[in-house]
C-alpha cells in the first residue's frame, strides 16, 4: 500500500502561483511514477502531469503546458506541481497519483490521495 498527503492548495489571483506538494509513504516511492490530476466541480477527472520514477520524463496536457512543472525528490518521498500563471480555468480539486507507468490515463494508477483544493479568482 501506499498513502498519499497533497498539501499547498489555496486561493489565489488569476495570474498567480502555487505549489502542491504530495509525501508518499508506505511502499519504495521509486518503485512509482507519479501523476497530478484535476477535477472540476461538475466534470469528469482529467489529467494534469506526470512524471516517471526518476524524474527524467514528464509528460503535461496541452492546457497546462508552459505554466505547470512537475518533479519529484525521491530522498523525500515528495512529487511537486508548480503552477505559474494560473487561470481561472485550473480552478479544482487537485489529487496526486501513483503507478507502475507514467501516463495521462487514470485508470492506469494504483493509489489516490484525497486532494488539495485550488481556487483561481479572477
Known amino acids: 500500500q501506499v498513502q498519499l498527503v497533497e498539501s499547498g492548495g489555496g486561493l489565489v489571483q488569476a495570474g498567480g502561483s502555487l505549489r502542491l506538494s504530495c509525501v508518499a509513504s508506505g511502499r519504495t516511492f521509486t518503485s512509482y511514477a507519479m501523476g497530478w490530476f484535476r477535477q472540476a466541480p461538475g466534470k469528469e477527472r482529467e489529467f494534469v502531469a506526470a512524471?516517471?520514477?526518476?524524474?527524467?520524463?514528464?509528460y503535461y496536457a496541452e492546457s497546462v503546458k508552459g505554466r505547470f512543472t512537475i518533479s519529484r525528490d525521491n530522498a523525500k518521498n515528495t512529487v511537486y506541481l508548480q503552477m505559474n500563471n494560473l487561470e481561472p480555468e485550473d480552478t479544482a480539486d487537485y489529487y496526486c497519483?501513483?503507478?507502475?507507468?507514467?501516463?495521462?490515463?487514470?485508470?492506469?494508477?494504483?493509489?489516490w490521495g484525497r486532494g488539495t483544493l485550488v481556487t483561481v479568482s479572477s
Open positions: 497519483a501513483a503507478g507502475r507507468v507514467a501516463g495521462a490515463n487514470p485508470s492506469g494508477m494504483n493509489y
Open positions: 512524471i516517471n520514477w526518476s524524474g527524467r520524463i514528464t
